[in-house]
């Protein structure tokens, strides 16, 4: 047996379970990213009603119909093995309602190719807002191989998958084992002002030695980031220079999702950045390594500090004085390198971890494309 064209509405259906007795709470809502996975929200939920919210059970799917503004990319996700969560009631769940022609891991697989984005994006239609509506996904055709050929490709993809994910877990055990140093340090060590250990920089680009290629800005994440400004006529003399080891900061923390704007320049460039921003070193690393105050830097507890500190009307900033009222613990010379000995060794993990997560994305289309040749051949012999 070959391939079978299928209508995808002829497949699926519709879900909508309601959270009415509120079983579950803020802690189980997602929001869905076009990287088609299941995100912790953005979204404030004080005061907010779940009773609304859809329920996404296991091996269900969810969408959001917006595809405006989304970098030509659909937000779709698959509920794997999460147990059941809470998304928005503007989204909208199905599932597979013919498992013996479609299995669902096979319909992520398909789901996982820019082909997909790109059919989604062309068949969106409106004016304010462009949407992928559940009519379209529907009248979208689909080339099935039989089952059996199906489980075939779903199992290369799922060992993939298992592979990453054990990978996954002991990066998480990493990240434990530096949270956890740090935690105990905090409890034995008395706590001093960062104030006494930075200083702040003022090298301006005024010979302009720097050009536009070193502009960064930066992020929530605490990276250096290609500038999102538009540079053309913007004189560089006033920015600021930030040599390597180096930090800078945004001191504007209102709507920046409960973070501050921070970034250690860890590479062996010179960048330049807006003269809005403040650009500090540390005094002596040969008592607290830039490295290490990096990391603690990049602690969720740095990020509600910075907010709580944050002062004003219109725009709430945490300005330099505030940054150095900062209390730190500050270990040996030697523990404090162990500690971003592993934290070095977490970040580099964490990096192939993405890597393998984007290697997984890119060969769903190779898979795709291998069950359908494989369904031809079958016919054809």
């Known amino acids: 047996m070959g391939l079978t064209k299928y209508k995808l509405g002829k497949l699926i259906e519709q879900c909508d379970n309601r959270n009415t007795d509120e079983g579950y709470t803020a802690d189980d809502v997602r929001g869905i990213s076009t990287g088609k996975e299941f995100i912790e929200t953005k979204a404030n939920m004080d005061g907010v009603s779940l009773t609304s919210y859809k329920i996404v059970k296991e091996n269900e799917f969810a969408y959001v119909a917006d595809t405006s503004r989304r970098g030509d990319k659909i937000a779709v996700a698959f509920n794997r093995n999460e147990g059941n969560i809470l998304i928005s009631s503007i989204y909208t769940v199905f599932y597979v309602s013919k498992p013996e022609l479609l299995l669902s891991d096979y319909l992520f697989m398909f789901f996982n190719r820019s082909e997909f984005d790109r059919y989604s994006r062309f068949n969106s239609w409106g004016s304010a807002r462009e949407t992928f509506s559940w009519e379209d996904m529907c009248d979208m055709e689909v080339d099935l191989p039989p089952l059996s050929i199906q489980q075939k490709y779903v199992d290369i993809y799922n060992a993939m998958l298992a592979n990453q994910q054990s990978y996954e877990r002991g990066l998480e055990d990493l990240k434990l084992v530096c949270d956890a140093y740090i935690d105990d340090l905090r409890k034995?060590?008395?706590?001093?002002k960062l104030g006494s250990y930075i200083s702040m920089c003022e090298n301006k680009n005024d010979d302009l030695v720097y050009g536009i290629d070193a502009v960064r800005g930066v992020s929530i994440e605490k990276k250096f980031i290609d500038t999102k400004a538009n540079m053309e006529g913007v004189s560089l003399k006033p920015y600021e220079i930030v040599n390597p080891n180096e930090f800078a900061y945004v001191t504007v923390t209102s709507r920046n999702g409960e973070k501050i704007s921070l970034a250690r320049n860890n590479s062996n460039e010179v960048y330049i950045c807006s003269s809005s921003y403040i650009v500090f070193k540390v005094?002596?690393?040969?008592?607290?390594?830039?490295?290490?105050?990096?990391?603690?830097?990049?602690?969720?507890?740095?990020?509600?500090?910075?907010?709580?500190?944050?002062?004003?009307?219109?725009?709430?900033?945490?300005?330099?004085?505030?940054?150095?009222?900062?209390r730190i613990p500050v270990p040996d010379i030697e523990i404090q390198q162990d500690i971003v000995n592993i934290f070095e060794a977490y970040n580099t993990r964490k990096d192939i971890n993405e890597k393998l997560k984007a290697q997984i994305k890119d060969i769903c289309p190779i898979l795709i494309k291998g069950s359908i040749e494989e369904a031809r051949k079958t016919k054809e012999a």
């Open 188 to 192: 034995k060590l008395s706590h001093r």
């Open 283 to 326: 005094n002596d690393t040969r008592e607290l390594l830039p490295e290490y105050l990096s990391m603690l830097f990049e602690r969720s507890e740095f990020n509600r500090y910075s907010r709580f500190n944050s002062w004003g009307s219109a725009r709430e900033t945490f300005d330099w004085e505030e940054m150095c009222d900062v």
